[in-house]
């Protein structure tokens, strides 16, 4: 199940910001979709901002793309190869044979970095205390 959150944040990274619009969109629509109630005052602009700000899903997401970016620039410093393996394989689409020939590397080595990427994602976003924010 972690392993599969990490795989989604990591494909979805470029998209993270779109992902955020539309959760704001869908929490706007929401709290004006009643003419009524805003007449009541009960769907106000200040309902919408709590909305927004206190939505865990928006959180979460703007926690996984700063921690994602984090470890992008660790990576990219201290291994380069992880570092182009994430963004062939994560950002790019690439598959294993389309890495393989791009990095020079076998199928085995391809597996041990995917392998090795995720579970340092694991490692740090446990140290990082990332669980607290899956709600």
Same mark, same amino acid.
């Given at each position: 199940?972690?392993?599969?959150?990490?795989?989604?944040? @990591?494909? %979805? #990274?470029?998209?993270?910001? *779109?992902?955020?619009?539309?959760?704001?969109?869908?929490?706007?629509?929401?709290?004006?979709?009643? @003419?009524? %109630? #805003?007449?009541?005052?009960? *769907?106000?602009?200040e309902s919408q901002a709590i909305a927004l700000i206190e939505d865990k899903k928006i959180n979460e997401l703007k926690r996984w793309q700063v921690y994602i970016k984090n470890i992008l620039v660790f990576f990219r410093q201290k291994n380069p190869l992880l570092y182009k393996f994430i963004i062939l394989k994560y950002f790019n689409g690439k598959n294993d044979e389309e890495i393989k020939k791009i990095l020079k590397l076998n199928l085995r080595q391809i597996k041990y970095l995917d392998d090795k990427v995720i579970n340092f994602l694991i490692k740090m976003s446990e140290k990082e205390n990332m669980k607290r924010m899956e709600g």
């Open positions: 199940m972690r392993n599969n959150k990490i795989r989604y944040y @990591l494909y %979805n #990274y470029k998209i993270i910001d *779109n992902m955020i619009d539309e959760r704001r969109t869908e929490i706007i629509e929401r709290c004006c979709s009643n @003419l009524n %109630n #805003y007449m009541k005052g009960i *769907n106000t602009v």
